[in-house]
Structure formats: structure tokens, C-alpha cells
């Protein structure tokens, strides 16, 4: 089974700042990694995935993330946000090896608040 | 390329009743997963369908089921609805399932129990 654990339950920002939301995993197996949003009233939307190669994985929106396998880590991150970047934003994992077994299993979100 | 639909996108039904939803996939997409979102629980995986079979199943009970029809289409049944069955429920489809693919979700049904 496997765990997500999202640090920070909201992230205030100004507007054009840079932010890094944080997320850390925990799994007895390798797994993939994704990250998603959710605007309000709607459902989730992919941001960006690791699967293998690269760690640095760079997304819609401008977002990128870094995987950090001995620290269990694939944080978010973004040089320069807008207004239209509130959202809720979700950390998930799945399993390598148990082709979807267990699903996406999903942190508890990240609410990113866009100050003027 | 229409996304993802639910319906219906709200309901209202008390204790005991029972509650059918609708999830109409991507067209070519043949993976439908359900999903339970909660302000305490957060997102939980409830189950995928597969070509008409359920291939996996999360930590629910026996109460929430599922069923895929040849064109895909999935819908979730809740019976003896409980008041911690109030929630959004999301699906997602995929082209092959739920480890690597892209997961493109609907607006959601939004339950409340009474």
C-alpha cells in the first residue's frame, strides 16, 4: 500500500512570486507519480507525471516537479503564478508493479491562494 | 473531443435509500475508475472497470457497486445510503487503466444524504 502526504493544506502566494508545493510518499513498491488540479466545481485535471528518465518533469501551466527518490519527494513547483492558478492541487501515486491495484492513491490537496 | 460527463451533477436522497450514478467516459476510452472525495478523507479509490469487468476494487464495503456497459459507460450503485456516503464522486477514464495513463475526470455528482 502506499501513502501521499501533502505538507502544506494551504499556500498563500502574491501574485507573479514563485511557490513550491511540497509532497512526500511513502510505498513499500516503486511507483508513479502525478500531480493534479482542481478548479473549483470542477474535476481533476493532469498537471504533469513521472513514469521514468528525466526527474525534472515539466508540465502544463508552467508547472515542473522534481522526483527525489531517497528523499520520497516529488514537490511542485512554479517561477511565476497568475491569479488564475487558485486551485486545489493534488499529489498521486500508483503502483509500478500492481497495475493499478490500489488505484491513484491521493494526497490531501493543496489549496494555492493567489494574493493581488 | 467531448470529456468526461456525470449524472446527474447533484442529489438529494435520505437514509436507507439507494442512489445510481452515471459516468459516460471519453469516446475509445475503455477504463472507467470511480472515486469518493470528502473533506476528511480526501480523494479514495473505489473501483476500475475495464471492458465490462471490474478489474480493481478499494477499500469499500459491499454496499457500492459498480457495472460497465459495452460502450463503456460505467454507473455506481449505493444501497442503505448512510449519511457519511454524503460526498463528490468523480469518475476518470483512461485508454488502458488507472497505473500510467492519464486520468481525465468528469465534474463530479455531488450526494447528499439527509
Known amino acids: 500500500a502506499q501513502s501521499v502526504t501533502q505538507l502544506d493544506s494551504q499556500v498563500p502566494v502574491f501574485e507573479e512570486a514563485p511557490v513550491e508545493l511540497r509532497c512526500n510518499y511513502s510505498?513499500?513498491?516503486?511507483?508513479?507519480l502525478f500531480w493534479y488540479v482542481q478548479y473549483p466545481n470542477q474535476g481533476l485535471q493532469l498537471l504533469l507525471k513521472?513514469?521514468?528518465?528525466?526527474?525534472l518533469v515539466k508540465g502544463i501551466n508552467g508547472f515542473e516537479a522534481e522526483f527525489n527518490k531517497s528523499q520520497t519527494s516529488f514537490h511542485l513547483r512554479k517561477p511565476s503564478v497568475h491569479i488564475s492558478d487558485t486551485a486545489e492541487y493534488f499529489c498521486?501515486?500508483?503502483?509500478?508493479?500492481?497495475?493499478?491495484?490500489?488505484?491513484?492513491?491521493f494526497g490531501k490537496g493543496t489549496h494555492l491562494i493567489i494574493q493581488p | 473531443k467531448a470529456g468526461v460527463t456525470q449524472t446527474p451533477r447533484y442529489l438529494i436522497k435520505t437514509r436507507g435509500q439507494q442512489v445510481t450514478l452515471s459516468c459516460s467516459p471519453i469516446?475509445?476510452?475503455?477504463?472507467v475508475s470511480w472515486y469518493q472525495q470528502t473533506p476528511g478523507q480526501g480523494l479514495q479509490f473505489l473501483f476500475e472497470?475495464?471492458?465490462?469487468?471490474?478489474?480493481n476494487k478499494g477499500n469499500f464495503p459491499g454496499r457500492f457497486s459498480g457495472r460497465q456497459f459495452s460502450n463503456s459507460r460505467s454507473e455506481m450503485n449505493v444501497s442503505t445510503l448512510e449519511l457519511g456516503d454524503s460526498a463528490l464522486y468523480l469518475c476518470?477514464?483512461?485508454?488502458?487503466?488507472?497505473?500510467?495513463?492519464?486520468?481525465?475526470f468528469g465534474p463530479g455528482t455531488r450526494l447528499t444524504v439527509l
Open positions: 476518470a477514464s483512461s485508454l488502458e487503466g488507472v497505473s500510467t495513463d492519464t486520468q481525465y
Open positions: 513521472y513514469l521514468s528518465g528525466s526527474t
Open positions: 472497470y475495464f471492458s465490462e469487468t471490474q478489474r
Open positions: 510505498s513499500s513498491v516503486s511507483v508513479y
Open positions: 498521486a501515486v500508483s503502483d509500478r508493479s500492481g497495475g493499478g491495484a490500489d488505484g491513484l492513491t
Open positions: 469516446s475509445g476510452h475503455r477504463s
